[in-house]
C-alpha cells in the first residue's frame, strides 16, 4: 500500500538522487496527519459548541483538583499559549457561563479561573465523545502499536526540548 508521501518520495529520488529525502516520509506523514486528525477533532468539539482552545481550557480546569480553580498563568503553561490568548479564551468561557474569575485568596491582586458547574456538565459530555473520536482515529493501530508509536513520539519531543516541567 502506498500513499501520497511515498509518490512525493519517489518524485524527489527521481529529481534529487544526492540528497537524503528520508525525514520527509515521517514529517510529511505527521503533517498530513495532524490536519486530518485537527478536522475530525474539531468536528467533535463544534458539536457541543466548542473549539480546540475552549476544550483546552476546559480540559486542563477538569484534569486539576478539585474545586478545579488555577490561575491564569497556570493554564497559559499548561496550554503553552500567551498570555493574550488565555485572556481572550477565557473572556468567551466566562460570558458563556463555563468559567469564573474570582480574586485569589492567596495574592489579592491575583484571579483564580474556576470551571463553573455548567462547564463541567458540558466537558463531561465532551469528553466521552472526543475519546471515541479517538479510539477511531487510531483503531487502524494494535494496542502494542499504539504504545509503541506513543514512545517513539515522546521520544523525538524530548529531543526537541518538549519535557514536562
Known amino acids: 500500500m502506498t500513499d501520497h508521501v511515498d509518490l512525493v518520495l519517489e518524485q524527489w529520488h527521481a529529481q534529487r538522487p544526492d540528497l ?6 515521517v514529517i510529511g506523514r505527521l503533517s498530513r496527519l495532524a490536519r486530518l486528525v485537527d478536522g475530525e477533532l474539531r468536528k ?23 474545586p ?3 490561575t491564569p498563568t497556570e ?8 498570555s493574550g490568548a488565555i485572556t481572550q479564551r477565557l473572556d468567551r468561557l ?19 479561573v474556576a470551571l463553573t458547574a455548567e462547564g463541567q456538565a458540558l ?8 475519546l471515541a473520536t479517538e479510539h477511531r482515529l487510531l483503531a487502524a493501530l494494535s ?18 526540548g518538549d519535557v514536562r516541567g
Not at 20 to 25: E, F, L, N
Not at 123 to 130: E, K
Request: hydrophobic letters at 40%; proline letters at 6%.
Open 94 to 112: 466566562e460570558a458563556r457561563g463555563l468559567v469564573t474569575r474570582e480574586p485569589s485568596e492567596v495574592d489579592g491582586r491575583g484571579v483564580v
Open 143 to 160: 494496542p502494542t502499536e499504539r504504545s509503541g508509536l506513543a514512545n517513539t513520539l515522546r521520544a523525538v519531543l524530548e529531543s526537541l
Open 20 to 25: 537524503d529525502v528520508s525525514p520527509m516520509a
Open 68 to 70: 478545579h480553580r488555577l
Open 75 to 82: 493554564l497559559m503553561h499548561a496550554s503553552m499559549v500567551t
Open 44 to 66: 467533535t468539539f463544534a458539536s457541543h459548541g466548542l473549539d480546540r482552545a475552549s476544550f483546552d481550557v476546559l480540559a486542563t480546569l477538569r484534569r486539576s483538583a478539585p
Open 123 to 130: 466537558f463531561d459530555r465532551t469528553l466521552p465523545d472526543h
